[in-house]
């Protein structure tokens, strides 16, 4: 039997278990593997098309990323920024010179009247990935942030405010965005497809995986799907692992646990992975999904990554014999 994973993926967290994937794909361990990325946090910079998850889903499965950062190419200059700050350009979004190649004909393709789609999956085959990459969706579908210091852009909140303003409500989506045919086509058709599970990678629910759940079709299509619906909880002993996860949680009145994981996805979760560590939490956990599974979620290494996608596939196939 065939195995299929369609996982829905944000920046750093969710790219590192997509590696995992990508790494059981390549050893022939995995059939097929679908990513569809976050784009909430797309945006236009220089005059140029920034597409911060994609780029480091695409960077990380490429084995070109910047362990330090978790984000970015490793082996990086900053020579174009530098020359920017001189001439008193824009530099608080920072580009390194590789990196700008990737932007640079991301934005020419867009204008030769390619899809992000298209565009996306050229990147993957040019870097050899074997997993199709895909976004969310083709048009503009901006996340913005409304703070105690207005309504920002969410790179404005997120990377020049640092995320220091207080978090009071998130807004998902442009007018008439849609989700992405094949992110559709994945969930509605999953069960006909031999699909083995949905999976959403430790990605921070707020800003990665709620404006996926937001396009049109997405969060209702994963409810009642017959296929299992898994998630790995980004919380472990009361914190996330990056990025402000935990700060907006708090803001938004949220307990900072695993058990709000659960309870924010109840309406279509199958399984939720929490760590090994958070073991006590699993009673309070059950009361919002049917199933809970225990694993070493923290990845630091290579091999963590690989560990723990080889226990989401165990669990997953597992589950779709029972669902």
């Given at each position: 039997m065939?195995t299929?994973?369609?996982a829905?993926?944000?920046g750093?967290?969710?790219?590192?278990?997509?590696?995992?994937?990508?790494?059981l794909?390549k050893?022939k361990l995995?059939?097929?593997l679908?990513?569809?990325?976050?784009?909430?946090?797309?945006?236009?910079h220089?005059?140029?098309t920034?597409c911060?998850?994609l780029?480091?889903?695409?960077?990380t499965?490429a084995?070109?990323?910047?362990?330090?950062?978790?984000?970015?190419?490793?082996?990086e200059?900053a020579h174009c920024?530098e020359?920017?700050?001189?001439?008193g350009g824009?530099?608080?979004?920072?580009?390194?010179d590789?990196?700008?190649?990737?932007?640079?004909?991301?934005?020419r393709?867009l204008?030769s009247?390619?899809?992000?789609?298209q565009?996306?999956?050229?990147?993957?085959e040019?870097?050899?990935?074997h997993?199709?990459i895909?976004p969310?969706?083709?048009?503009?579908?901006?996340?913005l942030?409304h703070?105690?210091a207005g309504?920002?852009?969410?790179?404005?909140?997120?990377?020049?405010?640092?995320?220091?303003?207080v978090l009071?409500?998130?807004?998902?989506?442009?007018?008439n965005?849609?989700?992405?045919?094949?992110?559709?086509e994945a969930i509605?058709?999953?069960?006909?497809?031999?699909?083995?599970?949905?999976v959403?990678?430790?990605?921070?629910?707020y800003l990665?995986?709620d404006?996926?759940?937001?396009?049109?079709?997405?969060?209702?299509?994963?409810?009642?799907t017959?296929v299992?619906?898994?998630?790995?909880?980004?919380?472990?002993?009361?914190q996330?692992?990056k990025?402000?996860?935990?700060?907006?949680?708090?803001?938004?009145?949220?307990e900072?646990s695993s058990?709000?994981?659960?309870?924010?996805?109840?309406?279509?979760?199958?399984?939720?992975?929490?760590d090994?560590g958070?073991?006590s939490?699993?009673?309070a956990?059950?009361?919002?999904?049917?199933?809970i599974e225990?694993?070493?979620?923290?990845?630091r290494?290579?091999?963590?990554?690989?560990a723990?996608?080889?226990?989401?596939?165990d669990?997953?196939?597992t589950?779709?014999?029972?669902?």
């Amino acid at each position: 039997m065939s195995t299929r994973i369609l996982a829905l993926c944000g920046g750093v967290g969710g790219a590192k278990l997509a590696f995992g994937f990508e790494s059981l794909l390549k050893a022939k361990l995995l059939d097929e593997l679908l990513i569809t990325v976050n784009t909430g946090d797309d945006f236009e910079h220089l005059g140029l098309t920034i597409c911060p998850d994609l780029d480091t889903v695409t960077y990380t499965l490429a084995g070109m990323v910047n362990t330090k950062t978790g984000w970015g190419r490793a082996d990086e200059s900053a020579h174009c920024m530098e020359a920017l700050r001189q001439l008193g350009g824009e530099d608080w979004f920072y580009l390194g010179d590789k990196d700008l190649a990737l932007h640079l004909e991301r934005t020419r393709l867009l204008k030769s009247g390619w899809t992000l789609t298209q565009v996306s999956q050229h990147f993957a085959e040019r870097l050899g990935i074997h997993a199709q990459i895909i976004p969310m969706c083709d048009e503009p579908a901006p996340t913005l942030v409304h703070t105690t210091a207005g309504v920002l852009p969410f790179q404005h909140y997120f990377v020049r405010e640092r995320c220091e303003p207080v978090l009071k409500s998130l807004e998902y989506g442009g007018e008439n965005t849609q989700a992405n045919p094949a992110l559709l086509e994945a969930i509605c058709g999953a069960e006909d497809a031999g699909l083995t599970a949905i999976v959403i990678c430790p990605s921070n629910p707020y800003l990665s995986v709620d404006p996926l759940l937001a396009l049109p079709g997405v969060r209702d299509g994963l409810a009642k799907t017959k296929v299992p619906v898994i998630a790995v909880s980004p919380i472990v002993g009361g914190q996330a692992l990056k990025g402000p996860t935990a700060k907006i949680m708090k803001e938004l009145g949220v307990e900072v646990s695993s058990q709000s994981i659960a309870a924010h996805y109840r309406d279509f979760l199958d399984c939720l992975i929490i760590d090994r560590g958070d073991a006590s939490e699993s009673e309070a956990v059950a009361s919002y999904v049917p199933h809970i599974e225990l694993a070493a979620t923290v990845m630091r290494i290579d091999q963590d990554k690989l560990a723990l996608a080889g226990r989401v596939l165990d669990i997953a196939k597992t589950l779709n014999h029972i669902k």
